[in-house]
């Protein structure tokens, strides 16, 4: 059973940095594609960023892109998110997501899910 656990989150003021956590147990993940999606209140949950275990590829929603960094740590299957320059309009929870396959930018299309962290940027 694929088990993914977000961690990181927290307040910060206006161009700041954070740095999101999410550890992945259960999967064989070269095999997978994951993602960075967020969500705030009253709005649908947006794409943040895809990224392709096996092979590297990361892709970024144009809102992000330039800010936001993904990485990966192999040894202790943990990807990262990377957020530098935050705004306001980054707060949301943010999740971590899995699928086998391709990544997409399509929350549907994810079969695994964390349970978020709370991203808060104040002005």
């Known amino acids: 059973q694929v088990e993914l656990v977000e961690s990181g989150g927290g307040w910060v003021q206006a161009g700041g940095s954070l740095r999101l956590s999410c550890a992945a147990s259960g999967g064989t993940f070269s095999m997978y594609a994951m993602g960075w999606f967020r969500q705030a209140p009253g709005k649908e949950r947006e794409f943040v960023a895809t990224?392709?275990?096996?092979?590297?590829?990361?892709n970024y929603a144009d809102s992000v892109k330039g800010r936001f960094t993904v990485s990966r740590d192999n040894a202790k299957n943990t990807m990262y998110l990377q957020m530098n320059s935050l705004k306001p309009e980054d707060t949301a929870r943010y999740y971590c997501?899995?699928?086998?396959?391709?990544?997409?930018?399509?929350?549907?299309?994810?079969?695994?899910w964390g349970q978020g962290t709370q991203v808060t940027v104040s002005s």
């Open positions: 997501a899995a699928r086998v396959g391709r990544p997409t930018t399509g929350a549907a299309s994810y079969n695994y």
């Open positions: 990224h392709r275990w096996g092979g590297g590829v990361t």
